[in-house]
């Protein structure tokens, strides 16, 4: 926006930030659907609600998500108020909900505790093609176990809401990055073989080498992925226990039916990732096929110390990118229970019918059948014809001879025969037509 001190804008100005977009009609049914359909499941699955405020202090960020990471270094929005706060726009949902985890003391709730919720996230990423700066998720999560059951329930109820959706080509990638013990063996590894390799390395991984190897794995700079085919892999450095929890969350997955591929290179772009790591992708088919991700998620029983709890809180989750859903051609447009099909159309003509209308229409929603109308209009024609590019099964003609008589009449649209009803009656007459 350029024109600061003007008062009024130049039409060529009006426009909403870049990598931001304004929901509206079937787009927006669209996301609302889905959001009815991933909660029916989420709950189905024994997860709870929680809603946490899109602003959070940036330190739950700058923590937990880790140095080194392209969210916290370069996409997060980050923003002073007035009063002096460092706040940040999540970038992510699951740092917020674990903060909601200590501060409400869920810790001494029955564990584990199941959350799920969606919203909106924001990363100052470079727009394009199902990638943009204010984005939707949905995530679900359960805290308070180390059980590997858990991370498959994560899984499952992730594969579930995604295929309800309609997406078929799915395919999982899976990795197990460990825990404290074998992760230090595994980095030094992975830094010695960085070193030894050195001069094939870009600088921004250089620079990443410093501050967090791992993130070295998931770097975009070609140079560096052709060196990462040989780089050597975590699940080799995994500690009996950690082996065990990787072995026994693909046993799940292969009871289940679900495919994987394990993927060593695997770490995603989070820090605070322990054990299981996994991606969700749509394998694309034809000319510039490359696989998409849909969802992400992994374990992070370390991310609740590091924003303050006193004992580590195992915990896993997962989270469905939704814009990418919505926006994809096998996506079931799932309607929202709030759209209902009209069974009627509304008529008014004149005055006298004008001005009761809005009272009919008062008994028809108490009645919970839905109907269509446009108020705005007079003519009979202009509203007849609107009915009839509905296609709604019945009209209701409202005239200032009914509205004298506190009478309506019922036309049915397929064959053109009408009765007048008398209000009190409507309703009873409405409920034996098919
Ligand atoms: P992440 O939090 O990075 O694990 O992302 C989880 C999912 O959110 C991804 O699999 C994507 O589907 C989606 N996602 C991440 N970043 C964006 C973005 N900038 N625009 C749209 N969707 C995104």
Same mark, same amino acid.
Not at 31 to 51: D, R, S
Not at 57 to 71: A, K, L, M, P, R
Not at 88 to 117: F, K
Not at 223 to 240: G, M, R, V
């Given at each position: 926006?350029?024109?600061?001190?003007?008062?009024?804008?130049?039409?060529?100005?009006?426009?909403?930030?870049?990598?931001?977009?304004?929901?509206?009609?079937?787009?927006?049914?669209?996301?609302?659907?889905?959001?009815?359909?991933?909660?029916?499941?989420?709950?189905?699955?024994?997860?709870?609600?929680?809603?946490? *405020?899109?602003?959070?202090?940036?330190?739950?960020?700058?923590?937990?998500?880790?140095?080194?990471?392209?969210?916290?270094?370069?996409?997060?929005?980050?923003?002073? %108020? @007035?009063?002096?706060?460092?706040?940040?726009?999540?970038?992510?949902?699951?740092? *917020?909900?674990?903060?909601?985890?200590?501060?409400?003391?869920?810790?001494?709730?029955?564990?584990?505790?199941?959350?799920?919720?969606?919203?909106? =996230?924001?990363?100052?990423?470079?727009?394009?093609?199902?990638?943009?700066?204010?984005?939707?998720?949905?995530?679900?999560?359960?805290?308070?176990?180390? @059980? =590997?059951?858990?991370?498959?329930?994560?899984?499952?109820?992730?594969? %579930?809401?995604?295929?309800?959706?309609?997406?078929?080509?799915?395919?999982?990638?899976?990795? =197990?990055?460990?825990?404290?013990?074998?992760?230090?063996?595994? %980095?030094?590894?992975l830094t010695n073989y960085y070193k030894k390799n050195l001069s094939q390395l870009p600088s921004v991984d250089r620079e990443r080498l410093k501050i967090n190897?791992?993130?070295?794995?998931?770097?975009?700079?070609?140079?560096?992925?052709?060196?990462?085919?040989?780089?050597?892999?975590?699940?080799?450095?995994?500690?009996?226990?950690?082996? @065990?929890?990787? @072995?026994?969350?693909?046993?799940y997955l292969e009871e289940m039916g679900i495919q994987y591929n394990i993927n060593k290179n695997l770490v995603r772009g989070l820090s605070y990732y322990t054990r299981t790591v996994f991606e969700v992708l749509e394998e694309t088919t034809g000319e510039n096929s490359s696989a998409i991700a849909l969802a992400g998620g992994g374990r992070y029983d370390y991310l609740a110390r590091q924003i303050g709890s006193k004992k580590d809180v195992p915990a896993v989750g997962m989270s469905i990118g939704v814009d990418r859903i919505v926006a994809s051609p096998w996506y079931k447009k799932l309607a929202p229970r709030i759209l209902k099909k009209p069974k009627i159309y509304f008529i008014q003509l004149g005055t006298e019918a004008k001005l009761k209308s809005l009272n009919i229409i008062e008994i028809l929603r108490k009645a919970h059948i839905p109907i269509a109308q446009s108020l705005s209009k007079d003519s009979l024609s202009s509203q007849l014809a609107i009915a009839e590019k509905l296609a709604v099964p019945y009209a209701l003609i409202f005239g200032v001879k009914e509205a004298l008589d506190n009478s309506v009449i019922v036309r049915d649209m397929s064959n053109r025969s009408q009765n007048t009803v008398k209000l009190t009656e409507l309703l009873e007459y409405l409920k034996e037509l098919k």
């Open positions: 926006m350029k024109n600061k001190i003007s008062k009024n804008l130049k039409i060529e100005d009006v426009t909403s930030p870049k990598g931001m977009r304004d929901l509206m009609n079937e787009e927006y049914y669209a996301f609302q659907g889905f959001f009815e359909k991933a909660q029916e499941i989420a709950v189905y699955y024994g997860f709870k609600p929680l809603e946490t *405020p899109i602003l959070e202090h940036e330190e739950i960020f700058t923590t937990g998500i880790g140095q080194g990471t392209d969210i916290v270094e370069k996409e997060m929005y980050n923003l002073k %108020t @007035k009063g002096g706060d460092n706040l940040a726009l999540r970038p992510e949902h699951t740092a *917020p909900l674990v903060r909601a985890y200590i501060e409400h003391g869920m810790q001494s709730m029955p564990q584990p505790v199941m959350l799920y919720q969606y919203g909106p =996230s924001f990363r100052h990423e470079k727009p394009q093609r199902g990638r943009y700066r204010q984005f939707w998720q949905f995530d679900s999560d359960v805290l308070g176990s180390e @059980k =590997s059951i858990m991370d498959a329930l994560v899984i499952k109820t992730c594969m %579930t809401i995604l295929e309800e959706a309609g997406a078929t080509n799915l395919s999982i990638d899976i990795n =197990s990055i460990g825990d404290k013990e074998c992760r230090n063996a595994y %980095t030094k590894e190897p791992l993130r070295i794995l998931d770097s975009k700079e070609e140079k560096t992925k052709e060196l990462n085919i040989n780089a050597p892999d975590s699940i080799s450095f995994l500690c009996p226990s950690c082996k @065990k929890h990787f @072995k026994e969350v693909l046993e």
